[in-house]
């Protein structure tokens, strides 16, 4: 006798049922909130890295390790967290949005009998879906910026936002809402270049692991590639990540903003500080690609068995 499908195992048609589109969004941005809570140590070592030595002073921090004990021993464990509630609020407004786009988009270009998209026209959809979250995270990703570079100052300068959405209404009110979106070019840019880095830099690491003869396709391989990929995305990205970070906290100076474009603060920190200050922040940027991308994951997977067990199993 033939088993029969059971309607909670699969849909009228015989295939298995999945959880929605907007399951799958809500998931994609709780999972990269909830590797947000475990990296936002780095992300606020990296931020004051980019930020220390900005104006031709001297250093603040030597190494990544440096600045991590400084702010431990001057602002306690809690000050390593400051700027969290603008974290959460980046993944849930940049990650939704770009796992949404990401979808729409390649299934508008999957072909009729089912072909998906060629490589090339994954990596175009997913630069633009990474520049389009960019843009809808830049409000989150300026009061991420200010709140953790808020420490380093001394107190009369502090702006002293309380959590994320104080800095933005006030924000709003204090500098009008088009600085919400400052920074925006060099956000979005820095976006595509992740992107774009990460895809190529990702099947040329893979495809030379296994050349080599010492690597087969399995996990030890698809790790290795993706520190590779992770340091040739890093190393990318990061003179546009600087950009960002000091146009998105400068201030006003004497009604003049400290910095007319990206491409100015790019000039003045070779300039001023070296060369090779463009890299500033690139031990903590590295170490928080990874394990943020599979702490990432594992939440994600996580949760989707969590659903398919209480809403699509029998």
């Known amino acids: 006798m033939a088993a029969t499908a059971s309607p909670a195992a699969g849909g009228m048609d015989g295939k298995p049922r999945t959880s929605p589109k907007s399951v799958k969004f809500l998931f994609g941005g709780l999972a990269g909130m909830g590797a947000t809570v475990f990296v936002q140590p780095l992300d606020l070592v990296k931020n004051r890295m980019q930020l220390s030595g900005e104006g031709a002073k001297t250093r603040e921090y030597k190494t990544s390790f440096h600045a991590l004990t400084s702010i431990l021993k001057a602002e306690g464990l809690r000050g390593i967290y400051t700027g969290l509630s603008a974290g959460l609020l980046r993944q849930a407004t940049y990650t939704t949005t770009r796992l949404g786009i990401y979808t729409v988009l390649f299934e508008r270009l999957t072909g009729a009998d089912g072909t998906p998209p060629g490589f090339l026209l994954k990596a175009l959809i997913g630069m633009t879906a990474g520049a389009t979250g960019a843009f809808v995270g830049t409000p989150a990703e300026v009061a991420l910026i200010r709140m953790t570079a808020d420490g380093r100052l ?88 600087i950009a960002k970070t000091r146009i998105q906290n400068m201030r006003m100076i004497d009604g003049k903003p400290e910095y007319k474009n990206g491409l100015d603060v790019l000039f003045k920190v070779v300039r001023y500080e070296g060369f090779f200050s463009l890299w500033k922040g690139f031990t903590p940027y590295y170490a928080r690609l990874g394990p943020h991308t599979v702490l990432t994951f594992i939440f994600l997977e996580q949760m989707n068995k969590a659903y398919k067990r209480l809403f699509l199993s029998g």
Request: proline fraction near 5%; hydrophobic fraction near 40%; include cysteine.
């Open 154 to 241: 001394p107190a009369d300068q502090r702006r002293g936002y309380k959590n994320v959405f104080n800095a933005l209404i006030r924000i709003t009110r204090e500098e009008g809402v088009p600085t919400l979106w400052r920074g925006c070019i060099p956000t979005m840019a820095r976006a595509v270049v992740v992107n774009a880095a990460q895809l190529a830099s990702y099947s040329q690491s893979k495809q030379f692991l296994l050349d080599s003869g010492y690597f087969s396709d399995n996990i030890l391989c698809h790790f290795c590639a993706s520190m590779i990929s992770g340091l040739v995305t890093t190393a990318a990205s990061m003179p546009v990540d």
